[in-house]
């Protein structure tokens, strides 16, 4: 995963209550569904648009091969994919179209981005395109991604793409040479970083990102305040940001800059650090283990593991995007898109989308299929595992604008000497001001 997660730029300037549809609209030959009847695949030529961001390295190729699958499937069906080079690019687009009445017939989007969309009436609901709030494809999912996929009005707006979890990235002979073990708990971490710290060596390097686009240094902070008990939102996405947890987690952050266990980067330093072998450690996601082996490059083994736990157990975060599609479609569109959504779930078209482009299967029942790559790439299973128990943030427009916040704080805190209990407390100000604006 080469994006950082963009954050929310404006959420109330745009009207969501005109859009049409994506794609080049055919004679209708479906019907619209009944209540409790799927919508059947349409029979006729019918052309969709897809608004998407897998346009780099592995991502590209991995995304046209499920397009090419689907379109062999379903050869009156045309799937005209518009590629972005990063999410913060189609967020925008995505907004603009909907704002001109050109939104696409679907699009990635991340839970606020959909809990945006979906507030100005610009979704289409699941059940309107399956007959039903939880098709029986959804009981094949991990339990973590079945529960992402909702909103706070507790239905299935969304439907599961470029899934993933974070992992620990090491050089695994450096540890070994100084006699440490693979961590399993923050407080082991905490010790292997200030133990390998010196000679040239840094623990390890984060980004945290900023107010526009928090990255994966936000997330580590977010895993740390969960492992230490905390919630930084409740469901209805009030939050909690200098609560006992958070303050606890950033503290730690600090103890380990403070160390010189710990230092701060842009554009995936951690993993800079580690190639260089000027660092030991880096948490990333489990779809960047292309990149961080091709950085490596054979220079040392490189290490593999589950995070750390913390006193409320192994914690980790859902990280990636769902597809939503856009309630001005055509039926015929919101049909066939429907039959897309499905086919790059099922099993077969899950495993060898997991094995290209390094993103995790959304259903159990693709991992038997990809023994070959799991045997290459034994992480794969550790990393599997924890979609069943993987958090996501609450599905609210405001939550990215407040992860901006939160990275503020990491800055202020990391890099500007600043009390985690004062930088915290600005980030839970601002964030709460944007909660009231909706």
Known sequence: MRYRIAAVASLAALSLSACAGGGTPATTTTAPAASGQE????????????????????LKPAMEKLVSDFQAKYPNITVKLQGDPDYATMYTKEKAEVQAGNAPTMGQAYESWASYFQSGGALTPIS???????????????????????????????????????????????LKADGQAAPKTWDDYASVMKAVSKNGVTGSTIDPGSATAAAF?????????????????????????????????????????DAGALATGKNYPGETALGAKKGAFDISSAAGYGFEKATVGGKFNLGISALPAGPAGPVNELTGTNIVVFKNASTDQKAAAWAFLKFITSPAEQAGWASTSGYLPVTA?????????????????AAVSELDTAFALPPHSWIFKCQGYEATAIQDV???????????GTAQTACTAAKAQG
């Open 414 to 424: 990391l890099d500007n000497g600043a009390a985690p209990t004062a930088a915290l």
């Open 365 to 381: 029942q693709a991992l038997p299929l990809m023994q070959d790559f799991v045997a290459k790439n034994p992480y794969e299973t």
């Open 217 to 257: 240094g936000t997330q580590w902070f977010e895993i740390l305040d969960k492992s230490n008990g905390g919630t930084l939102y409740d469901a209805d996405g009030t939050p909690h940001l200098n609560d006992a947890g958070a303050v606890t987690a950033l503290t730690y952050l600090k103890s380990l800059k």
């Open 39 to 58: 919508l059947a695949v349409p029979t006729k030529p019918v052309t969709i648009t897809f608004e998407e961001a897998m346009t780099i390295g592995t």
């Open 128 to 174: 309107e395109l399956a007959g039903t709030d939880t098709p029986t494809e959804m009981s094949t999912f991990y339990k973590g991604v079945q529960k992402d996929l909702a909103l706070g009005d507790g239905k299935t707006w969304m439907w599961p793409f470029n899934k993933s979890v974070l992992i620990l990235f090491s050089n695994a002979d450096m």
